[in-house]
């Protein structure tokens, strides 16, 4: 037991696949959010640089800047407006998938919905079935990592990384 600073959770069971799939989601959502600029809206900095470590550089906002609520919906409104491109959703709503993420995944999503902002909630969604095991928070994919980039890639192979 040598190495306890990363042991690759891929030799377990049905890991490698569970893996694929997050990487797929993450993969499509980096490439959304780099060559649309998606904004992806996470609770916390360390969130923020769990994306940055898989590799995401567009923006990604965080909820915990010390405003109300009321104030980041009305931010997110007046940057990003109520839809994306091509009609699809603006913006992409990614809180860690307990039950406190849970909470603030709703809330957040019914006031930019009564704002008609059309709201994404597939990659919490894709991430809470595959990565379940592993983690419940977002921030703890900066230490998957390894084990995720190579799956991202498969998806969105961006040519600085290659």
Known sequence: MRDQKHRSPLGSGNAAQRFALAGAALGEARKKNREENWPIVVEGKRDRFALEALGFTGPVEVLNRGWEVSRLVAYLYDKYGARGLNGGPSICIL????????????????????????????????????????????????????????????????PAEL
Not at 112 to 135: F, H, I, Y
Request: avoid cysteine; hydrophobic fraction near 40%.
């Open 95 to 158: 809180m860690d998938w307990d039950r406190t993420g849970g909470q603030l995944q709703k809330k957040l999503t019914q006031r930019l919905e009564s704002l008609d902002v059309k709201v994404s909630d597939a990659l919490r969604n894709q991430l809470l079935k595959a990565l379940k095991p592993e983690t419940r928070v977002v921030e703890a994919m900066n230490g998957l990592a390894p084990d995720l980039l190579p799956f991202i890639l498969l998806e969105d192979s961006h």
